[in-house]
């Protein structure tokens, strides 16, 4: 599955962003039973988890840094999912990456199976 993140640019703090990832057709579908993340690494720092969602139920998950501010969704039928950015901070500033993992919710990122690039978040002060 090939996926491509997208959405990512230079915010002033308080802005807000919306970021898609979409699975490339050509390249496999995601499923029902699929789960869907977001991942962000600022630079000198570890990959971190953001948010997940069950492709078929559209159930979410967040970490607790991101909830009440991040809103991850999807649209089926396009094969995207979205995550909405609201009221940035400037530690939110790292890149976003998505990936999709087969066996289920995971909050770790070896247990995702595919990767997109990655967009470029950066927030101002």
């Known amino acids: 599955v090939q996926l491509q993140a997208s959405g990512g640019g230079l915010v002033q703090a308080g802005g807000s962003l919306r970021l898609s990832c979409a699975a490339s057709?050509?390249?496999?579908?995601?499923?029902?039973?699929?789960?869907m993340g977001w991942f962000r690494q600022a630079p000198g720092k570890e990959r971190e988890y953001v948010a997940a969602i069950r492709w078929g139920t559209g159930k979410a998950y967040y970490a607790d840094s991101v909830k009440g501010r991040f809103t991850i969704s999807r649209d089926s039928a396009k094969n995207t999912m979205y995550l909405q950015i609201d009221s940035l901070k400037p530690e939110d500033a790292a890149v976003y990456f998505c990936?999709?993992?087969?066996?289920?919710?995971?909050?770790?990122?070896?247990?995702?199976?595919?990767w997109g690039q990655g967009t470029q978040v950066t927030v101002s002060s």
């Open positions: 057709p050509a390249s496999g579908r995601i499923f029902s039973s699929h789960v």
């Open positions: 990936a999709v993992a087969f066996k289920g919710w995971s909050t770790v990122g070896a247990d995702y199976d595919y």
